[in-house]
């Protein structure tokens, strides 16, 4: 597959950016991997071809956004044909709990940033009839418990998603989203030390309120099965090759088991996950 065909991607430095960047550098498309420090592009280039181009891309900096673009631009001379709007954060937790600042943080990067980063790239897309590929999450399917805030910025991806779609058609372009399940990704990692930091610093009295929810949700995340990231790569990678993409992309067993509770009624639902989290009184 050496189609010399341009991709820009968000959040390179590790996951599903990293997997979709080296793999599609592999299969020989010319990859512009957005990072936000050097020494993760410095990283980046010690396992990728000549052709993948670290690029400094901070979707939440509109300097950094535009500095990029330009760049990207005259060294193609316009002709990017897919955009992988990956770059996203997870913090996860009680609403109550969560402090404004960390809300605000999530929505900035997973929807303003995207948004930000998607219309920045749209006039060369276009040129080119391209793709943009939104990485979501099974979250977009069902808000559990204890996940609200990243739950909600991804509904907000899903929804973004859906309207792109239909006005690109004007255009003959493809906007398609990408829902993945649990991933192994140093994500996790980021999300243990945000809740450890979280439940130091509130107060007991409200965390032994959440007692039952925080340990569901920890019990929900050990227990769910994760696919490596490559398998992520490899449906990006077919998402942008197919004469016709979907609009979704399932991947993981958990995700399309999701999918079918998502059909049941919402009362039902609540009592399920209501029932779960009870038990760990």
Known sequence: MNNGKTI??????????????LYLDKMGFKVYAGVRKQVDGDNLKKESSDKLSPIILDVNNTESIN???????????????????????????????IPVSEIRKVMEINVIGLVAVTQAFLPMLRKNKGRIINIGSSTSIIAFPGASIYAASKFAVRALTDSLRVE????????????????????????????????????????????????????????????????VAKVVTNSLTVKNPKAYYYIGSDTKSISILARLPKRLLDWMFYKRIKVMI
């Open 8 to 21: 820009v991607i968000t959040g390179t430095s590790s996951g599903i950016g990293k997997a979709c960047a």
């Open 67 to 97: 500095a990029a673009v330009s760049i990207i631009k005259k060294e193609t001379d316009g002709n990017v044909f897919g955009l992988i709007n990956n770059a996203g954060i997870g913090q996860g937790g009680p609403l109550e709990i």
């Open 168 to 231: 690109l058609k004007l255009f003959d372009m493809h906007a398609v989203l990408i829902v993945p399940g649990h991933v192994e990704t140093v994500l996790w990692n980021k999300e243990d030390d945000f809740k450890d930091k979280i439940r130091n610093t509130i107060d007991s009295k409200i965390a032994q309120l959440y007692a039952p929810l925080i340990k569901y949700g920890d019990k929900l995340i050990a227990e769910t099965p994760r696919i490596p990231a490559i398998e």
